[in-house]
């Protein structure tokens, strides 16, 4: 699967952050959207989505998150503060609870393109996707 992703974060320190960590690895990040709009529009053609629960039109993480995921494929992994917010989104692979460690966001990334195993880190998946 292709190495491509979409950073769906409203705190622009926080967004760089995971671009630095997925540039650094080798990916490419095809944008940063702070609000549903935005993210909708990025999404086709990216193989992983980067997704806070909380943007700047609200709490539309998980709306954005299950839109992307059936409409292009797009593989979904929540990073928040509020994974309590993220509710029941059939087709998320899990989420990161900030402060995120660059390992949990490389061990999401491998998880999401490559099918590799998550091990020991920080990425908890989802129950609806065990």
């Known amino acids: 699967m292709s190495k491509t992703a979409l950073i769906v974060e409203d705190e622009i320190f926080v ?3 995971l671009e630095r960590i997925l540039t650094d690895a080798g990916y490419q990040v095809v944008a940063i959207a702070a609000d549903s709009d ?3 529009e990025a999404a086709p053609g990216c193989a992983v989505a980067f997704v806070d629960v909380n943007l700047r039109d609200g709490a539309t993480g998980p709306q954005i998150a299950q839109r992307i995921a059936r409409d292009h494929g797009v593989k979904v992994v929540f990073v928040t503060a509020n994974p309590g917010q993220i509710g029941h989104v059939r087709d998320a692979l899990g989420y990161i609870r900030k402060p ?3 390992a949990a966001i490389l061990a999401a990334a491998a998880v999401a393109t490559d099918g590799a195993e998550a091990g020991d880190v920080e990425f908890v998946r989802l129950a609806a996707n065990d």
Request: charged fraction near 20%.
């Open 100 to 102: 995120f460690s660059e």
């Open 38 to 40: 935005t993210a909708l």
């Open 15 to 17: 967004a760089l952050d």
